[in-house]
C-alpha cells in the first residue's frame, strides 16, 4: 500500500486528481444549471404572471417583474407591438430562451473541459 486511495497510485497520480477534477467541474455545471434554470423560471414567471393579470401592485408580482427586468439582456424592447402582454411574452420569451442556450452551452462546456 502506497497511501494513495486504493493503495496504489492510479498512473502517478493523475487518475485520482483527474477524477477529482471531474467531480468539482461536476459540480460547477449543477451549479450553473440551476442558476441558468432559476434566471429562465423569473422570465417566465413573469410572463405567466402578466397573460393571467396578476395584481400590480402585489409584493410577488412586483418582485418577480424587477428580477425578470434585470435578467433581459437589454431585451426587453426588441419588440415593439401594441398590445401589452404580447410585448412582455415577446421579449421575455425570447430572453428566456436565450438564458437556457447560453446555460446548456456554459453546461456543457464545463463538463467537456473537464
Same mark, same amino acid.
Given at each position: 500500500?502506497?497511501?494513495?486511495?486504493?493503495?496504489?497510485? &492510479?498512473? +502517478?497520480? =493523475?487518475?485520482? /486528481?483527474?477524477?477529482? !477534477?471531474? %467531480?468539482?467541474?461536476?459540480?460547477?455545471?449543477?451549479?450553473?444549471?440551476?442558476?441558468?434554470?432559476?434566471?429562465?423560471?423569473?422570465?417566465?414567471?413573469?410572463?405567466?404572471?402578466?397573460?393571467?393579470?396578476?395584481?400590480? &401592485?402585489? +409584493?410577488? =408580482?412586483?418582485? /418577480?417583474?424587477?428580477? !425578470?427586468? %434585470?435578467?433581459?439582456?437589454?431585451?426587453?424592447?426588441?419588440?415593439?407591438?401594441?398590445?401589452?402582454?404580447?410585448?412582455?411574452?415577446?421579449?421575455?420569451?425570447?430572453?428566456?430562451?436565450?438564458?437556457?442556450?447560453?446555460? &446548456?452551452?456554459?453546461?456543457?462546456?464545463?463538463?467537456?473541459?473537464?
Amino acid at each position: 500500500m502506497s497511501g494513495w486511495p486504493g493503495g496504489h497510485r &492510479a498512473g +502517478g497520480g =493523475t487518475m485520482v /486528481v483527474g477524477t477529482s !477534477a471531474r %467531480r468539482g467541474a461536476g459540480m460547477v455545471a449543477t451549479v450553473l444549471r440551476i442558476v441558468g434554470m432559476v434566471i429562465v423560471a423569473f422570465l417566465v414567471l413573469h410572463i405567466v404572471l402578466t397573460l393571467l393579470d396578476a395584481n400590480p &401592485a402585489n +409584493g410577488l =408580482t412586483q418582485f /418577480v417583474a424587477d428580477v !425578470a427586468g %434585470r435578467l433581459t439582456l437589454g431585451l426587453d424592447d426588441l419588440f415593439l407591438p401594441a398590445e401589452p402582454k404580447l410585448r412582455v411574452t415577446l421579449n421575455y420569451g425570447v430572453a428566456a430562451a436565450i438564458w437556457w442556450l447560453i446555460t &446548456a452551452v456554459v453546461v456543457r462546456l464545463v463538463r467537456r473541459v473537464s
